[in-house]
């Protein structure tokens, strides 16, 4: 079946950037979405990618796709303490109707 | 409401007992979805709704569980005779039906069973 898998954490300095990565099993896979969760929350949609395009920026956030490699990546610019979280790579595919999540990655920001 | 809601938000129980955790997704979607997360682990999909089709309950753990969607709209997840590994956080999610699967997500429920 469909597998997405991350690495688990991620700490990096207020300021920096931070770059989660994911990587995906299946081909057929449409869209492809990064979500956040914060503590005691329920996830959040942050942005999404459709599986045609290679790249995505939205503000500070930007997605890459490597279709080829099944890999996508979310680049955070100018990380700042709010944006400590656990962030989830999820995918789905037409037929499925709905999505596959990782496990998350947890992201610490050290002032 | 704006959003996804869950009830209640917290729920401890004694082992062996039933629970019922109670979402109700937003208005005008048709898909329903429960997971659990335990502590410091990922999301497990449970079961998912999509409008009048059967369910697909392939991520349900054990016959113990058990969820309804009735009227296509609130929905139930039952954990009969509750065990110690039970205890998570239960997410519920709602989207509208189509490709692009945005899942809007409730607060959850955290379960803790004795």
């Known amino acids: 079946g469909e597998d997405v898998e991350q690495s688990l954490f991620l700490s990096v300095r207020e300021g920096d950037s931070s770059v989660i990565n994911c990587t995906y099993t299946d081909s057929s896979s449409t869209y492809l979405y990064w979500y956040k969760q914060e503590p005691g929350a329920g996830l959040q949609l942050l942005t999404y990618i459709f599986s045609n395009m290679d790249m995505k920026q939205d503000q500070r956030l930007t997605v890459l796709l490597n279709k080829k490699d099944k890999h996508l990546s979310l680049r955070i610019a100018d990380t700042q303490t709010g944006d400590s979280a656990i962030y989830f790579c999820?995918?789905?595919?037409?037929?499925?109707?709905?999505?596959?999540f990782g496990d998350g990655t947890t992201l610490t920001v050290k002032p | 409401g704006a959003g996804v809601s869950q009830s209640p938000s917290n729920k401890v129980t004694e082992k062996g007992k039933d629970v019922e955790l109670r979402c109700d997704p937003i208005?005008?979607?048709?898909?329903l979805y429960w997971y659990r997360q335990s502590l410091g682990q990922g999301l497990e999909f449970l079961i998912y709704?999509?409008?009048?089709?059967?369910?697909?309950k392939s991520g349900l753990p054990s016959d113990r569980f058990s969820a309804e969607r009735t009227g296509g709209s609130v929905s139930t997840l039952t954990i009969q005779r509750t065990q110690q590994e039970d205890s998570a956080v239960y997410l519920c999610?709602?989207?509208?039906?189509?490709?692009?699967?945005?899942?809007?997500f409730g607060p959850g429920t955290r379960l803790t069973v004795l």
């Open positions: 999610a709602s989207s509208l039906a189509g490709a692009r699967n945005e899942q809007f």
């Open positions: 999820a995918e789905s595919t037409p037929n499925a109707g709905k999505s596959t």
């Open positions: 709704f999509q409008g009048n089709s059967a369910p697909d």
């Open positions: 208005s005008g979607h048709t898909a």
